[in-house]
């Protein structure tokens, strides 16, 4: 039978995933997203012409895929509406390929700007959310006052609305000095998203079960990376859900038995968006070289993104976190024009060297990297598609990952086209 796939980051996010889902997924049934919403950007390289995905699953590209959202997205309806009408009108047919899961959380109005307004509050101290409301709609989901979508065509949406509703303008008025949200017109426009949404719902669950009963294989696709996961990452200073290879089981609605392969996508340096520790950022013209060459610039928000380099200790504590068979290493080439490139194998802390990622942002703020270097090349790797082609100093490098994570590389990526891709172990065989 062929192996079911997840495909997680190990970092913190933006490291790539969307590329390898796409590539991968010409030989799968289904691509099945399982947390995150509309903060999450996965980019897309097809023939030089670029998608960005954000809701929709990266496998919405190959014509006989299906795509799954999974019980854990929340879904923002106007922006699930937003995505489908730019996939349409460039010739992609996507309301028969998607199947929506009922039980997915609602992003609302009241949603983004209770979001919005704290991140306003917090001033220096702020997170770093994407302002996109996904932070509090995961809160009213464990507070159990969550509308679904499920609810939007059901007559006891009212009801529901008028309870959270005022809970949220409550906040907005009382603590946050907000401006509060119509009740009647999140009423209207929720109802109309349900008319519009209705016949993409489906059990996801029990179609999950039958492609696998039928061996047919999938993808689960994750958002974000595992160091900003709430309860492994980089506390306070994370995303609002579970984005670990454990994630994906209750996420789509299947048993943890489904998952065969881990892979782990991991950027040949490192990067983060927002706030929060970062032990091997750059703050010279190496950092900034990394940036420029890379266009590392978040595919939603446009952000900037901090760069550093690779981070050992913080790998090992992700890739025993999700279990991880293999990695994707992305973005080799950016590397590329370097005389020297250094790996971070330990850190200082607190007076003792440790060779794991600790737990907490003050902890990890604490840590001083250890370095060793490597020599760079020259050469540039751009579209490079077997691993002989490299330069021996990139395939030292890539040797030297595989040996401090004890991690076999399955793939490089070595430019953004779906097809500047080495292949060295299938994930699906």
Not at 366 to 387: A, L
Request: hydrophobic content about 40%; charged content about 25%.
């Amino acid at each position: 039978m062929p192996r079911n796939v997840v495909v997680i980051g190990t970092q913190w996010g933006d490291e790539g995933k969307g590329k390898i889902v796409d590539w991968l997924a010409e030989q799968v049934h289904g691509v099945v997203r399982f947390q995150g919403g509309h903060n999450a950007g996965h980019t897309l390289v097809v023939n030089g012409k670029k998608t960005v995905l954000r809701l929709i699953p990266s496998g919405m590209l190959h014509a006989h895929t299906t795509c799954y959202l999974g019980n854990g997205v929340v879904v923002s309806p106007a922006d699930l509406m937003k995505e489908i009408g730019e996939l349409e009108a460039a010739g992609v047919e996507v309301r028969s390929r998607l199947k929506i899961a009922h039980a997915c959380p609602v992003v609302a109005p009241y949603h983004v700007a209770v979001d919005k307004a704290r991140e306003a509050k917090r001033g220096d101290a702020k997170i770093g959310t994407t302002g996109r409301g996904i932070g509090p709609t995961y809160e009213d989901k464990v507070a159990r006052r969550a509308i679904r979508l499920h609810d939007l065509t059901e007559a006891t949406l009212e009801v529901k609305l008028r309870e959270v509703l005022d809970y949220h303008n409550f906040m907005l008025a009382n603590y946050l000095n907000a401006p509060t949200v119509d009740f009647a017109e999140t009423l209207d426009t929720l109802r109309k998203a349900g008319e519009q949404i209705a016949p993409m719902l489906a059990d996801v669950s029990h179609a999950l079960t039958e492609a696998r009963r039928h061996g047919k294989p999938l993808l689960f696709e994750g958002a974000q990376g595992t160091l900003l996961d709430v309860d492994n990452g980089t506390y306070p200073f994370v995303t609002s859900s579970n984005c670990v290879s454990g994630a994906a089981g209750p996420g789509a609605g299947v048993g943890a038995r489904m998952i065969d392969y881990v892979l782990g996508i991991t950027k040949a340096y490192t990067t983060r968006v927002g706030s929060g520790p970062f032990p091997t950022e750059l703050f010279d013209d190496i950092g900034a070289g990394l940036a420029k060459r890379g266009n590392e610039f978040g595919s939603v928000t446009g952000r900037p993104r901090r760069c550093g380099w690779l981070d050992i200790p913080a790998l090992k504590r992700s890739f025993e976190i999700n279990g991880v068979d293999g990695m994707a290493i992305m973005k080799l080439d950016v590397l590329s024009g370097m005389d020297e490139i250094k790996i971070c194998t330990a850190y200082e802390f607190r007076g003792e060297t440790i060779d794991r990622l600790p737990y907490g942002s003050a902890a990890v703020a604490d840590c001083k990297p250890i370095y060793e270097s490597m020599p760079g090349w020259k050469e540039s790797v751009f579209g490079v598609r077997k691993f002989e082609q490299l330069p021996m100093n990139a395939q030292s490098y890539l040797k030297r990952v595989e040996a401090l994570t004890g991690t076999p590389i399955a793939l490089v990526s070595t430019g953004f086209e779906r097809d500047d891709t080495i292949l060295m172990q299938h994930p699906l065989n």
